[in-house]
């Protein structure tokens, strides 16, 4: 998948393949007809965020939602959602939460459409991203977590 949709840096595709091989998280991945257009993971053992973990113990995440900039606003996003949703469901999950950063307007109208509720749960994460031709920045991400019950517990 990395030819088709090629990412800086790391292989972030591989690394996601690995967890899900592992069955720590389970990669979901949009396609039209041959090509990637979207992909998201559904982390099992919990939050990733330390105050998320912290203050909602039982609950999947979904991160890493990426959709390709020609495929937003076409649904790609809602139906890797609702795909993710449907996973914990099946498995017997009863809350589901994903973390949104005060500056991607877009996202958070999305998860508030689809359900999930603000919960004032707040993480700090730092990292180091690399360009595509090779040019690392670093970073930090102020995520809001928010949740949405998908069965009753």
């Known amino acids: ?8 840096g ?3 595709h591989g690394a996601h393949y690995a967890a899900h091989q592992s069955g720590q998280a389970t990669y979901l991945v949009a396609w039209q007809e041959s090509s990637p257009i979207g992909s998201a ?3 099992w053992r919990g939050c990733v965020g330390r105050n998320a973990r912290k203050a909602f113990p ?7 939602l990426l959709v390709r900039a020609e495929h937003r606003g076409q649904g790609v996003g809602t139906a890797l959602i609702k795909a993710a949703e ?6 017997g999950g009863a809350e589901i939460a994903l973390g949104v950063s005060g500056d991607n307007a877009d996202a958070g109208r999305l998860y508030s459409r689809l359900g999930y509720v603000t ?7 730092s990292y180091t991203w690399v360009e595509m031709d090779g040019v690392e920045h ?4 102020r995520d809001a977590l928010l949740v949405k019950v998908i069965r009753s517990a």
């Open 1 to 8: 998948m990395r030819d088709q949709w090629p990412t800086p």
């Open 10 to 12: 790391t292989d972030i």
């Open 41 to 43: 993971m559904l982390q």
């Open 58 to 64: 039982r609950c999947v995440e979904i991160n890493h």
């Open 86 to 91: 449907q996973l914990v469901v099946a498995r």
């Open 119 to 125: 919960t004032g749960i707040l993480d700090v994460t």
């Open 138 to 141: 670093d970073a930090t991400e």
